[in-house]
């Protein structure tokens, strides 16, 4: 079981480059969401989806946009990159019941020069 | 969204019982109490989450005051794998999504 899979696990950019970063789960969670952290902070919310074909904004959602295909990828995409945007990006997983307890990735690094 | 007041930095010798402590003074009757934590250069991972009753799991405990507006996590013999940062958060019925303070950095003295 490999729970959530995040790719890439770093990445260095130029500023105006695009990227997008994958999040995958094989737990067959319905709600998945997408984190940022920044040196010395907790995480905060970029977007989430609580199923397949939808989204929402979290905390800080501007520049970047997701999208929720397949219910097990929730993919964040970076149109035009901003040196802002370095920072540490988690993705997380859950179910809609129970407990609700998220699963994090393991991390993405983006550098943006 | 109710807030969470933890202290910045606690430090434990190791195989000795941490008691993490978190404020909460206008959380609702719906809200959650619900800990996580991150080792260096990881997710956060749930550690334990209650309502109103005291909570044990094989990770640690959960105090929680009469009137909700406290709680402690509770380590009984910290480990040098225990140190983290300790997320405190409050979390309404609704599985709405985890809001993340600061915690509190934990360190453990071998």
């Known amino acids: 079981n490999a729970g959530v899979t995040q790719t890439p696990k770093f990445r260095v950019l130029k500023t105006g480059q695009s990227m997008t970063l994958l999040c995958a789960q094989d737990?067959?969670?319905?709600?998945m969401y997408w984190y940022r952290q920044d040196p010395g902070m907790g995480l905060r919310l970029i977007h989430y989806s609580v199923g397949e074909g939808t989204t929402a904004k979290g905390e800080v959602p501007d520049g970047y946009n997701v999208s929720r295909l397949k219910k097990q990828n929730f993919l964040l995409g970076l149109e035009s990159a901003a040196p802002s945007q370095t920072s540490v990006y988690f993705c997380?997983?859950?179910?809609?019941?129970?407990?609700?307890?998220?699963?994090f990735g393991e991390g993405s690094r983006l550098t943006v020069l | 969204d109710a807030k969470t007041t933890q202290p910045n930095s606690m430090e434990s010798n190791e195989e000795e019982p941490v008691h993490l402590p978190c404020n909460h003074s206008?959380?609702?009757?719906?809200?959650?109490i619900h800990w996580y934590r991150q080792l260096p250069s990881q997710g956060p991972e749930y550690v334990i989450h209650g309502l109103t009753s005291n909570v044990n799991n094989r990770m640690a405990s959960l105090a929680i005051a009469e009137d909700r507006k406290s709680s402690t996590l509770i380590l009984h013999r910290a480990t040098l794998r225990d140190a983290a940062v300790y997320y405190c958060?409050?979390?309404?019925?609704?599985?709405?999504?985890?809001?993340f303070g600061k915690g509190t950095r934990l360190s453990v003295i071998a």
């Open positions: 737990m067959n969670h319905e709600y």
């Open positions: 958060i409050l979390r309404d019925s609704g599985n709405t999504p985890l809001v």
């Open positions: 997380a997983s859950s179910h809609n019941r129970g407990t609700g307890e998220l699963f």
């Open positions: 206008t959380i609702s009757g719906t809200d959650y």
